[in-house]
């Protein structure tokens, strides 16, 4: 069962989402260590660094896009069991009304349990909460269970960019938010 709390975080049973916080990094990391390619791992580390202020090893220099970055996990008795990341689209003229959800995994023993539910639907939650309408996912075509997921959880795929990497295609999902 997953309920609401009045933060607007999502709970099941004893798994619970909060805002990310430092002492997060190392679960997090270990967690994108199960899904992420290395190059992934180490933009993770990056971006995070600068959503954390810059902690040792982590990043230096906020660039402006992502002064909107919202990160937040998944946890079990206290360990961190997944996370996911957004970022506010300010591309687009100034007006903020749309997101990307920017970082998303599961540690592969809490897999097919509804957690990455939890955590798009938080993204959801979020991303309506700041006045977006619409949040969009990137991912690649050589992921099927990624696109499975997103597809159950009410995404459709708007592009296709062949050949983008030198091993599959770049996708690009998106739901509408708020009102259907």
């Known amino acids: 069962m997953i309920s609401v709390s009045k933060r607007g975080l999502l709970m099941n049973n004893k798994v619970s989402l909060r805002d990310a916080k430092r002492e997060d990094l190392e679960g997090i990391i270990a967690v994108a260590g199960h899904?992420?390619?290395?190059?992934d791992i180490n933009s993770l580390k990056l971006q995070l660094g600068y959503y954390f202020g810059g902690p040792k090893g982590?990043?230096?220099?906020?660039?402006?896009?992502?002064l909107?970055?919202?990160?937040y996990v998944a946890t079990l008795g206290g360990k961190v069991i997944g996370f996911a990341g957004?970022?506010?689209?300010n591309y687009n003229g100034g007006s903020i009304n749309s997101a990307w959800l920017g970082w998303i995994a599961v540690h592969p023993k809490y897999k097919q349990k509804g957690i990455g539910s939890m955590l798009i639907k938080e993204a959801e939650i979020r991303a309506v909460s700041y006045g977006c309408?619409?949040?969009?996912?990137q991912t690649a075509s050589i992921h099927p269970d990624m696109v499975n997921f997103l597809s159950k959880n009410g995404y459709r795929i708007e592009a296709a960019l062949e050949?983008?990497?030198d091993d599959a295609d770049l996708l690009i999902a998106s739901k509408r938010l708020g009102r259907k």
């Open 86 to 89: 957004i970022e506010q689209d």
């Open 35 to 39: 899904s992420f390619k290395e190059d």
């Open 68 to 71: 909107s970055q919202d990160n």
């Open 58 to 66: 982590f990043g230096e220099k906020l660039p402006s896009r992502l």
């Open 133 to 137: 309408r619409k949040l969009y996912v």
């Open 163 to 165: 050949g983008y990497f």
